[in-house]
């Protein structure tokens, strides 16, 4: 059941309904749930703020906080209970530890408490707790990731705009939940107020005790808020049209091309850097190109890419009606008309027109018809279309493009395009105007083999009398010859580059410097950079050549940059894919040897290959002498070029049973000190001791250091291959 505080609906459930709801959510059984906590202030704020204010609409559960809110709720007659974020939290967290849940929690950038302070806190209360703490800005999309339970803690309003705002990066979240105060509960820094207060409902005093910065939110409720209200609702109406609203408008053809990702991209952009909404839209109307399952798939592309709509997906194939309704205006006001012509007859006039040397295009034939015929031709059923009726009494048609400036065309060469086709299906053109109308959208942002039908559409936009939005035409992608990028040259679906192990981000990133770069002299660029830089009229109009080795750079550059708990858990999925480890309860072991593979050798696996791996799925390839010894190198290989065979035999005869015989620590570091020592005492030279050793543990001529592999080898392992490899010799 729902109520509604000063506009904001608020839950009144029993408490106990409410646990009972998000352990169901949270045992993966009932739907997710967006869970966020609403006090007093949050819920004036929303009277200032929609996008708070959608926030609050949107989530599954409202906890009722602070003495003042559940004082009004019950005012209203509803039977508010106060439960608290962190009674929820409790909860939630008790429930993620046993069910063994992914918890992601985003802290607030630069904040008092850092991530790892949290997240231990978090696991000594909940022992197995596998918690991930990201600090990111509110403005940040923390991009995919697979956590079952997500909290946001970076105050309000910011935690609730994030959590409604990046849902799409938590495809698997079984219950999303903002909270504030509660962490500080939670990890011990504050203490909870004496069970009689709690009970009388002032905690609320014990922490204005604890903390009396806090005064200055109570002043920001009673004071400041209702002032922002006032002043807010004496502009409103203006300021709702200032809002900038942008759509991604793809027509689903079964995977998403590059430049389509450009496209989205910079909607996001825009609509991000000035606190606008982005939109999808799908438009479906040509049913000839229909391919199943298109739609689901562009969403999930979309969600991987961590690239998130704020509203849709509009899909035009539902909304057939909406485009009906708008036609016949257009007609009875003679904008548009009815044209009978039939296939052959339009064959016939683009025959005569190329003759001629014309450009083909219909004639208008149809609109010289009285409107008797007409109606005539209508009675009797005779397919038909409905074109657009270009007003032939002016020179040009034009509008102003925001990256490319004023764009004119003459009136002559604009057809009259079809608006409604026989099958009652509406064209592109008609179906795009009056969604971008019906959608508010304030800026279309699309490729540039837009522009020539960007006349048709400001004409159809004058027939309305409607306002057009302002248009910018991205560049086109090129080839390295300057060719169109096109799917015969070689991939340009994002699905095969993630596939292929490419990261979203680094994608993100690559596609986002096709015809921009936000400040020119660097390459990297996080998310935020890319938000607060976007400036469309600072897009190259020119072609944008499209150079996938730069991509793989980038790709490079962002692997080496994440985190390594991030990497072991890719390496893991790698190297189980490739079969050369299994999982074994929740951890992991290699099938052919049983040995048990744990997070740090996993971490040092990555740490290995980490400066020279372009993507991760390389990795198996690039490590597998850690599985099974080498069998197939050339002996010569163990020779060290200053050195001779019989030498190579001793040293490796010797430092084998060196090996076997030591017993000091096993770090990379210790086996390092221990093997030099060994080199100083017997006198010998670095290389003819290092190099066989290295070639005896990969048999491979280029690889990491022989003490970084030695010390993820188990030490039988390495004596047995310097033994293997000196009998070679
Ligand atoms: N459906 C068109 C496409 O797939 C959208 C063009 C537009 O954004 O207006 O590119």
């Not at 022992?127 to 990111?136: A, I, Y």
């Not at 079952?148 to 309000?156: M, P, R, S, Y």
């Not at 096109?486 to 096709?514: H, M, T, W």
């Not at 050798?601 to 991760?616: D, N, P």
Request: glycine content about 6%; overall charge positive.
């Amino acid at each position: 059941m729902r109520t509604s505080v000063a506009g904001v609906p608020a839950d009144a459930l029993r408490r106990s309904e409410v646990e009972q709801r998000l352990r169901t959510a949270v045992a993966g059984q009932g739907k997710p749930l967006l869970v966020l906590n609403t006090n007093p202030e949050i819920v004036l704020q929303a009277r200032a703020d929609q996008g708070l204010l959608a926030a609050l609409n949107t989530a599954d559960l409202l906890l009722p906080d602070g003495t003042g809110l559940v004082w009004s709720l019950r005012a209203a007659g509803q039977s508010a209970e106060r439960y608290t974020g962190a009674e929820a939290l409790e909860l939630l967290l008790a429930e993620a530890a046993r069910l063994k849940l992914r918890v992601f929690v985003a802290l607030r950038r630069g904040g008092l408490t850092q991530p790892i302070e949290f997240s231990d806190a978090l696991r000594r209360r909940h022992p197995g707790l596998h918690v991930d703490c990201l600090s990111v800005s509110p403005d940040a999309s923390p991009g995919p990731t697979d956590a079952e339970l997500v909290i946001a803690n970076f105050g309000a309003p910011e935690q609730e705009l994030w959590l409604t705002r990046h849902a799409a990066a938590f495809p698997k979240a079984r219950v999303r939940i903002a909270v504030g105060g509660a962490f500080e509960y939670l990890t011990g820094r504050l203490s909870r107020a004496p069970r009689l207060l709690q009970q009388l409902g002032l905690e609320w005093l014990w922490r204005l005790l604890l903390q009396p910065s806090r005064l200055w939110r109570i002043v920001r409720a009673v004071i400041i808020f209702p002032f922002t209200v006032v002043v807010s609702s004496m502009f409103s109406s203006k300021k709702t049209s200032n809002t900038v609203r942008v759509r991604f408008a793809p027509s689903p053809t079964g995977y998403m091309h590059i430049g389509s990702l450009r496209t989205a991209l910079y909607n996001v952009l825009y609509a991000r850097h000035h606190k606008g909404v982005f939109a999808l839209r799908i438009e479906d109307t040509d049913r000839a190109r229909l391919v199943p399952g298109a739609t689901e798939k562009l969403q999930e592309t979309l969600r991987a890419m961590g690239l998130a709509w704020d509203e849709g997906p509009v899909i035009q194939s539902e909304r057939l009606d909406l485009y009906t309704s708008y036609i016949r205006p257009l007609i009875d006001n003679k904008k548009a008309y009815p044209c009978f012509c039939t296939a052959e007859e339009l064959d016939a006039m683009r025959t005569a027109q190329t003759a001629r040397k014309q450009a083909p295009m219909y004639d208008g034939r149809c609109r010289s018809l009285t409107e008797t015929e007409a109606r005539a031709r209508l009675d009797a059923g005779t397919p038909h279309v409905i074109r657009l009726a270009v007003p032939r009494d002016r020179a040009d048609v034009a509008f102003t493009d925001a990256i490319r400036g004023e764009i004119r065309t003459p009136i002559g060469s604009v057809d009259d395009a079809v608006l409604i086709k026989s099958d009652g299906f509406p064209t592109y053109h008609f179906a795009n105007v009056v969604d971008d109308h019906d959608m508010r959208i304030t800026h279309v942002i699309r490729a540039e083999e837009w522009i020539s039908s960007t006349p048709k559409h400001v004409l159809l936009y004058e027939a309305f009398g409607w306002t057009p939005p302002t248009f910018a035409h991205l560049p086109l992608l090129l080839n390295s010859d300057r060719s169109k990028l096109s799917k015969r040259q070689g991939d340009v679906a994002v699905e095969d580059y993630l596939a292929k192990g490419y990261l979203p981000e680094a994608l993100i990133n690559f596609v986002a410097l096709l015809g921009w770069n936000p400040s020119g002299k660097q390459e990297i660029y996080t998310f935020e950079e890319l938000v607060a830089g976007f400036d469309l009229s600072k897009v190259n109009p020119s072609g944008a050549i499209v150079n996938f080795e730069k991509l793989d750079w980038v790709n490079a550059q962002y692997l080496k940059r994440l985190p390594d708990a991030r990497l072991a858990e890719m390496a893991a999925l790698e190297l189980e894919k490739a079969g050369m480890i299994a999982k074994q309860g929740s951890g992991w072991v290699m099938p052919a040897s049983g040995r048990v593979v744990t997070a740090a050798w996993l971490a040092g696996v990555v740490t290995l290959e980490k400066e020279r791996l372009v993507r991760m799925p390389e990795l198996p390839e690039r490590v597998k002498f850690l599985f099974a010894a080498p069998t197939d190198f050339d002996a010569k290989l163990l020779v060290w070029k200053k050195s001779d065979a019989t030498r190579a035999k001793q040293v490796l005869t010797e430092l084998g049973e060196w090996f076997a015989g030591y017993g000091g620590g096993w770090t990379p570091v210790d086996l390092e000190t221990a093997v030099k020592a060994w080199i100083v005492a017997k006198g010998y030279q670095n290389g003819e001791v290092l190099w066989p050793l290295r070639v005896a543990l990969t048999g491979q001529a280029a690889s990491p250091g022989p003490f970084e592999i030695s010390a993820l080898l188990e030490k039988d392992d390495v004596v047995r291959r310097i033994k293997t490899a000196s009998a070679r010799l």
